[in-house]
């Protein structure tokens, strides 16, 4: 698959073929859930793209808001990449809130599991600190994409935060 850059089209790195099935643009059609322990469930909807410009690497953002007042609220970017001949991929995320992540894990087929490897925050992140992310990105067999993430602070275990569909919109 090929994407737009600077006007040109470049081809997908071989290495990438495995995640192919990410690129392009994809739009909530509901409202996703989100909750915690400490905080009031919320509704959103998000907007994410995954492009390349023919290096091993993924480039993504990924880009929220209040269901109800469109309001801008978490936005991540970063990069996918995968480890030549096996299915681990990593993902570098750079968040809105202060905190760069690396996930790592496992592609299985049209999924991937990842769990945090690594984190850091600015040294005045607002509290209580995330300690723990957990991310499972899939493609269903009718199309859609689905995302659910779990988080863990300093004072809450390892819980299902956030969960969402997405239908392709380029």
């Known amino acids: 698959m090929a994407s737009p850059t600077d006007g040109n089209a470049v081809e997908l790195n071989p290495i990438l073929k495995p995640l192919s099935w990410l690129l392009g643009t994809w739009e909530s059609d509901e409202p996703g859930e989100g909750t915690f322990p400490t905080i009031k469930p919320f509704r959103y909807t998000e907007k994410l793209h995954f492009s390349h410009v023919g290096q091993p690497v993924i480039n993504f953002t ?30 570098i995320i750079a968040q809105n809130s202060g905190l760069v992540e690396i996930e790592e894990g496992e592609l299985t087929g049209n999924q991937l599991k990842l769990q945090s490897q690594s984190l850091g925050r600015i040294s005045f992140a607002k509290e209580p600190h995330v300690q723990q992310i957990g991310r499972v990105l899939q493609l269903r067999p009718d199309g859609k994409l689905e995302q659910t993430v779990s988080m863990a602070t300093d004072n809450q275990p390892l819980t299902q935060h956030l969960s969402i569909t997405y239908s392709r919109s380029s």
């Open 62 to 91: 990924f880009n929220a808001f209040h269901a109800e007042s469109n309001k801008p609220l978490h936005r991540e970017c970063g990069f996918i990449r995968i480890q030549p001949g096996t299915n681990k991929v990593a993902f």
